[in-house]
């Protein structure tokens, strides 16, 4: 671990690449592996605006991925490769969250 940049939390070099669905899990989007790979088989994730073909797509970071959950869309823009699931705080620093602040417009906009 000497002469890694822990301060994001990722402990991966930047440019690396990974799995779509050990992305997936090592974000803390979905709680297990398994559950991350039937989610993208089943369709439900688009990486770059594109259906992902499979779990075992390479994403890295600046791709952006739209998941659809069972109560939630979310875009999440990956900010690096994960080298471990470790806490929300750890996972939050892999991506940004670009689906945040989305929600209905204030009530003077729909005039």
Known sequence: MAGRDLSKGSGAPAGERQRLDKWLWFA??????????????????????????????PVRPGDVL???????????RVEAAG?????????????????EGEGPPPADATH
């Open 28 to 57: 803390r989007v979905v709680k297990t592996r398994a559950l991350a790979s039937k989610l993208v088989t089943a369709g439900h994730v688009r990486l770059n605006g594109v259906r992902a073909a499979g779990p075992d797509k």
């Open 66 to 76: 739209t998941i659809a959950l069972e109560r939630q869309v979310r875009v999440l």
């Open 83 to 99: 080298e471990r699931r470790g806490p929300y705080e750890e996972a939050r620093w892999l991506y940004t969250d670009l689906s």
